[in-house]
Structures are given as C-alpha cells and as structure tokens.
C-alpha cells in the first residue's frame, strides 16, 4: 500500500523546509502545490498566469484548477509508492477530493503531522525567507542562513524573495489560513490521524519530532 503524508499548518511554519528533509529519509517524493504553481509561473503556463493573480494577492487558488494540477502529479509514476504532501489540501473540498483520489490508487491518507507555532513567530519566518530559483529550495537569513548570500547551497541558483513574503501579503495569508484550512485540523483530528509538533522548535528538533510520528 502506498503511504501518503499531508504536512499540515500554516504559512512559514516549516512545511517545506521538513518536507525536504523527510523526503530525503522517507524517499516518498516532496510534492508541494506552492511548488507546482510557481513553476507554472515560471514556465508561463495559463495555469501558471491565473494561479498567479490569487497568489500575489495572498488568495488561495481556486479548487478545481489546484485539484486538477495535484491529480496531475499524484498521477506521475514516481508517486507509485506514497508522497509527501506540502501546502495541499488547504480546504475541506480539496480534503475530500484528495480522499477520493487516494481512494483511486488503492491508498488513503495515512499521517497528518500538524506543526505549529506563533503567528509573531510566522511572521518573522515569512519577512527573512530567501527561496531559491532552480528548485524551491529554503532558507532564513537569520535562522538557517545559505553558505553563501543570494545563492542556494544545494543547486547554486539564484536566491530571491517571494512577491507573497511581502507584510501586507503575509497577513492576508495568515487570515486565509485560519478561515479556509484551519478546519482541516478538526477534520484530521477527528480521523485519528492527526499528530500535533511544536514547530517553535529548532529545524533539527522539529524532524526528529516528525520523524518520531511517522515510525508508529
Ligand atoms: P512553509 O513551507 O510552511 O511556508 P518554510 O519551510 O518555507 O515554511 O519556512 C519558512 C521560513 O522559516 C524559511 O525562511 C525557513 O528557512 C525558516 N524556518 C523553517 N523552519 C524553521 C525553524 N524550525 N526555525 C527557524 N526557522 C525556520
Ligand atoms: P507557504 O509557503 O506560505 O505555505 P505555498 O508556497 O504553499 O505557501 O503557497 C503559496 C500560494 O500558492 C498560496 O498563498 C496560494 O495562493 C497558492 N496555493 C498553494 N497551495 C494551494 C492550495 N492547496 N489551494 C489553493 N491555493 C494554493
């Protein structure tokens, strides 16, 4: 049976930055819905254009486009044994539809770890990220600093801020995060599949934490 993982919690939490880690460990691919719009973007796609009107504004992306685009990659061979889930599902309607989806390919959700922290704390994640070009690689400038400045330590690209990091843009995420996905967690809760880490923590301590809930 496949095993699907979705990293839930909100803007700047972490998400991406653990998914990477653990997709190294798990070798569950890191398929991340922020990732896959952002490269539409860069590839000048019609997806790529309308996803980018809701995200510059901090909006999410309507359903069935982000539904379409995961199905899409869910669909591709090397997610054969499971994925690592980052930024989807952000809603109840993209919940079920992902449960339908799995469903498809004779898996389900197995592991909804929940990280949390401060939204002072999200904030001031969010204002010192410096995300790289090639492949969405993360990093702080006063957390986890890359080598070298402006550029990414694992491809050498070029390092930059995102348009959506900006303040007025991050406080508009923040509320569309607790109107629009908060609700996940009663909804993961409930399954019994929630497991909830403090991602006030340091990086190294946050994946040994997460590492901990996916062995049970
Ligand atoms: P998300 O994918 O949830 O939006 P990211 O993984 O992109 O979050 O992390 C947001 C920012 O916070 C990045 O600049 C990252 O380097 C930094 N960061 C991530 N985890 C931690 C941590 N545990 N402690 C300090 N900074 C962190
Ligand atoms: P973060 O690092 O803050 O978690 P992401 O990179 O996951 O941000 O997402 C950036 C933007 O892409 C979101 O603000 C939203 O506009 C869009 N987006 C990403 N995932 C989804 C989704 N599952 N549903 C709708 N919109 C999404």
Redesign the pocket.
């Known amino acids: 049976m496949p095993t699907y993982i979705v990293l839930l ?5 972490g ?2 930055t653990q998914a990477k880690l653990i997709a190294e460990t798990t070798g569950l691919p890191h398929v ?7 490269e539409n973007i860069k590839n000048e796609t019609e997806l790529g254009k309308l ?1 980018q009107s ?10 069935d486009v ?1 539904i379409s685009m ?1 199905r899409g990659r869910l669909s591709r061979p090397d997610c054969k044994g499971g994925a690592l889930l ?6 109840t309607v ?1 919940a079920d539809s992902l449960a339908s989806l799995l469903a498809e390919f004779d898996g389900k959700v197995n592991y909804v770890p929940y990280i949390t922290a401060s939204e002072t704390t999200l904030i001031e994640r ?1 204002s010192g ?1 410096w995300t790289c070009k090639a492949q ?1 690689h ?1 990093f702080h400038e006063k957390y986890n600093p890359p080598q070298r400045t402006g550029v990414c330590d694992f491809d050498g690209s070029q390092l930059y801020q ?1 348009e ?2 900006r303040a007025e ?2 406080t508009r ?1 923040i509320q ?2 607790f109107a629009q ?1 908060a609700p996940l967690i009663a909804h993961y809760r409930e399954g019994g599949l929630l497991s909830e880490i403090d991602g006030a923590q340091p990086i190294e301590k946050v994946t040994a934490d997460l590492l901990v809930v996916l062995r049970k």
């Open positions: 919690g909100p803007p700047g939490v998400k991406g991340s819905s922020g990732d896959l719009f952002r996803a809701f995200m510059n504004k901090g909006e999410l992306v309507p359903d982000t995961i980052d930024g989807f599902p952000r809603t993209q969010l990220r969405g993360v995102r959506d990091d843009t991050v995420r569309v995060y996905t």
